[in-house]
């Protein structure tokens, strides 16, 4: 089973900020990687699929890059909305993992 | 609009059996992988069960293996999870997903409201 290291476990910024979350893998997954934002109560959301592409209806501050065991999500302004839970997941096999999750707070 | 609506979670005492039913629309349903992921309460997420659009393919998370099934039914738009000797730590918010594509394409697209399953005496 690949394992998945979300970095870091919590990021404290302010809106407007850029945010910078990592996801490490425990082995390569080429671009097989994919992310997803949880608001509290709410089911996740895809934001980013193979690596690098918007999913549909995701605003363009959102972006994904990365190849091999190390990716990365950014976020270049932050809203207000966007402060929730991020989980990278991989698809390289069965069964699909998910990181532990980044909670991206309000500083 | 892609609408995928859960049923069948409840309180259950340990060793019972459950069955979860989704029910999707907005799409062509056949076309489509399916599946479940949970979420344990304060916990992150976890693959638990996946099925190709077909039917012809099944897969399973260690965890529930043996004891879960996964099915659908392509007439009716329905993907199930029938689960048989629940246990404790079987107790999450089970999620519908919808994945982008027909088989291994594990990334999901659309996700269902979740419903509560908790076990307990």
């Known amino acids: 089973e690949i394992v998945l290291t979300q970095s870091p476990a919590t990021l404290s910024l302010s809106p407007g900020e850029r945010a910078t979350l990592s996801c490490r893998a425990s082995?390569?997954?080429?671009?097989?990687l994919a992310w997803y934002q949880q608001r509290p109560g709410q089911a996740p959301r895809l934001l980013i699929y193979?690596?690098?592409n918007r999913a549909t209806g995701i605003p363009a501050r959102f972006s994904g890059s990365g190849s091999g065991t190390d990716f990365t999500l950014t976020i270049s302004s932050l809203e207000p909305e966007d402060f929730a839970v991020y989980y990278c997941?991989?698809?390289?096999?069965?069964?699909?993992?998910f990181g532990q999750g980044t909670r991206l707070e309000i500083k | 609009e892609v609408q995928l609506l859960e049923s069948g979670g409840g309180l259950v005492q340990p060793g019972v059996s459950l069955r979860l039913s989704c029910a999707a629309s907005?799409?062509?349903?056949?076309?489509?992988?399916m599946g479940w992921v949970r979420q344990a309460p304060g916990k992150g997420l976890e693959w638990v069960s996946a099925?190709?659009?077909?039917?012809?393919?099944?897969y399973y998370a260690d965890s529930v293996k043996g004891r879960f099934t996964i099915s659908r039914d392509n007439s009716k738009n329905t993907v199930y999870l029938q689960m048989n000797s629940l246990r404790a730590e079987d107790t999450a918010v089970y999620y519908c997903?919808?994945?982008?594509?027909?088989?291994?394409?594990?990334?999901?697209?659309?996700w269902g409201q979740g419903t509560l399953v908790t076990v307990s005496s």
């Open positions: 997903a919808k994945t982008r594509g027909s088989s291994s394409s594990w990334f999901v697209e659309y």
């Open positions: 907005g799409f062509t349903f056949s076309t489509y992988a």
């Open positions: 099925i190709s659009g077909s039917g012809g393919s099944t």
């Open positions: 082995q390569s997954l080429s671009i097989y």
């Open positions: 193979d690596a690098s």
């Open positions: 997941q991989q698809r390289s096999n069965w069964p699909p993992t």
